[in-house]
C-alpha cells in the first residue's frame, strides 16, 4: 500500500541515539516526523508552525513559538517536568500540554536511595581515601546507620511513593508533605501525613520529590535550612529550582546540614566553579536518574504512544494545563 501522508509531527529536540520508537508508533498513521536540534524560541518557531503534534525535550517552546503554531493539537515533553513550555500560552490557544511522569519511576526511585546510601554512607569519601592508601575500619566518623532513621518526602507522587517503599525496606521510618494527595494514599502506603514545618524538623533524610512551580521555586532556602537537622542529609532527584543552590552551599559550609546529594541543579551542567563542587558533603550526579537503557526506550515510545492517541481523535492521557481534549 502506497503510504500517504496525514499529519506533520515536529521534534524540536532530542538526546536519544535515535528516533526509531517514534517511526515505528507514528508512521503507519501517516504521520511525516521532522526532527532539529532547536536551541531558540525562534528555531521552534519555525519549525513547528505546521505541525499538527510537538515533541519537545529542553528546546524553549515559547509563547512566540506556541503563537505561529496553525495548526498544532497537542504539545509533548520527552519527560516529567514542563519548564520549557509556556504553559499559559498553550492553553490560551487551546493546545494540550501533555507530560511523560510514567517512563523511569524506578530508575528515579533507585538513584535517590542510591544517592542516599552513597551520602549517608560518604561512599565516595571512603573509596578516595583509599586509592590514597588511606585505610580505615571505621572510617569517615560519624557514619550513622539508616534503621529507625526518619525518611521525609517532600512531596508523594508516584516516584515518591516507590522511595519510600524501598526506604521502607531498609527499616527507616516514612513521614511526607503533599497537600494534593489524598489521606488515604498515605496510609495506603504506611507513611505518615505532616505538614512542611515538621518534614524540615523532622527528616533525617530529606528526599525532594516537587514539580517547579512559582509555590516550589526555593521551596529548600536558606531559612529551610535552619529548621532542619544539622545531623541531616538532602537528597534531589526531581527540580534544581526547588533548591536554593547558593543558600544550600552556606548551609553545608557552615555545618548546617550533614550533607547534601543532587541529580539536579538550578543551572546545568554545574558551573566548574559551582562552591557545591569544593565540598566534600555535597554529591552531584548529571540529571541522570532517569536513566536506563529501558526507560530511555518507554519514554520516546510512551511520548509517541500520547502523540498518536490525540491524532485519532482521543484523549491523551496525562495533560498538565488543564485544557481538555
Known amino acids: 500500500m502506497e503510504w500517504t501522508e496525514r499529519w506533520k509531527v515536529a521534534v524540536t ?61 497537542v504539545i509533548v515533553r520527552y519527560g516529567i517536568g514542563v519548564d520549557n513550555v509556556d504553559l499559559t500560552a498553550a492553553r490560551s490557544r487551546g493546545i494540550p500540554v501533555v507530560n511523560v511522569p510514567d517512563y523511569a519511576i524506578d530508575e528515579v526511585a533507585d538513584h535517590a536511595l542510591a544517592l542516599m546510601l552513597a551520602s549517608v554512607r560518604k561512599i565516595p569519601q571512603v573509596v578516595a581515601d583509599v586509592r590514597r592508601g588511606q585505610w580505615a575500619i571505621a ?45 488515604a494514599v498515605f496510609r495506603a502506603n504506611g507513611v505518615e501525613r505532616v505538614d512542611a514545618q515538621r518534614l524540615l524538623r523532622e527528616s533525617d533524610v530529606l528526599s525532594v520529590h516537587l514539580p517547579l512551580t512559582a509555590d516550589t521555586r526555593h521551596f529548600l532556602n536558606a531559612q529551610a535550612f535552619r529548621k532542619m537537622k544539622p545531623t541531616a542529609f538532602l537528597i534531589n532527584t526531581s527540580r534544581g529550582g526547588v ?7 552556606e548551609a553545608l559550609s557552615q555545618d548546617q546540614l550533614a550533607g547534601a546529594a543532587l541529580d539536579v541543579l538550578e543551572q546545568e551542567p554545574v558551573s566548574p566553579d559551582s562552591p557545591l563542587l569544593q565540598l566534600e558533603s555535597c554529591l552531584i550526579t548529571s540529571h541522570c536518574a532517569w536513566y536506563s537503557e529501558s526507560s530511555l526506550i518507554r519514554l520516546q515510545q510512551f511520548a509517541a504512544l500520547e502523540v498518536k492517541r490525540v491524532l485519532e481523535g482521543g484523549r491523551p492521557l496525562h495533560v498538565v494545563n488543564g485544557v481538555s481534549v
Open 13 to 73: 529536540d532530542y538526546g536519544f541515539p535515535d528516533l526509531r520508537p517514534e517511526h515505528e508508533t507514528l508512521e503507519p498513521l501517516g504521520v511525516r516526523l521532522t526532527a532539529a536540534q532547536c536551541k531558540t524560541g525562534q528555531e521552534v518557531a519555525d519549525l513547528c508552525a505546521e505541525a499538527d503534534a510537538v515533541l519537545t525535550q529542553w528546546a524553549p517552546v515559547t509563547a512566540e513559538a506556541i503563537g505561529r503554531m496553525e495548526r498544532c493539537r
Open 139 to 183: 572510617p569517615r566518623r560519624p557514619i550513622q546507620g539508616l534503621t529507625g532513621k526518619r525518611l521525609g518526602l517532600a512531596g508523594f507522587g508516584n516516584i515518591a511513593r516507590a522511595v519510600a517503599k524501598r526506604a521502607q525496606a531498609f527499616g527507616m521510618e516514612t513521614i511526607a508533605y503533599d497537600p494534593f494527595v489524598d489521606e
Open 243 to 249: 533548591v536554593d543552590t547558593e543558600a544550600l552551599a
